[in-house]
């Protein structure tokens, strides 16, 4: 996946990023999303689903995707 769609996708969804020694870093540094680009709406999608689940339950979303 392009880099510029992975940084959409870890900017929308702070759950797919870490902060470390104040270096905001994607979980995927280094390999990047092994997709296409066409996998973009999906993830996103699934991404914006599994934050809605948890917005509807009132709570943060405190998954870690490794």
Same mark, same amino acid.
């Given at each position: 996946?392009?880099?510029e769609?992975q940084?959409?996708?870890t900017?929308e969804?702070?759950f797919?990023?870490w902060?470390e020694?104040g270096?905001?870093?994607?979980r $995927?540094?280094? =390999? #990047?999303?092994?997709?296409?680009?066409g996998w973009f709406?999906?993830?996103?999608?699934?991404c914006?689903e599994?934050?809605?689940a $948890?917005e509807? =339950? #009132?709570?943060?979303?405190?998954?870690?995707?490794e």
């Open positions: 996946m392009r880099k769609l940084e959409a996708l900017w969804f702070p797919i990023r902060e020694d270096d905001v870093r994607e $995927y540094d280094g =390999e #990047g999303l092994d997709m296409g680009n709406q999906l993830v996103h999608d699934m914006a599994i934050t809605a $948890y509807a =339950e #009132g709570r943060p979303v405190d998954i870690v995707v």
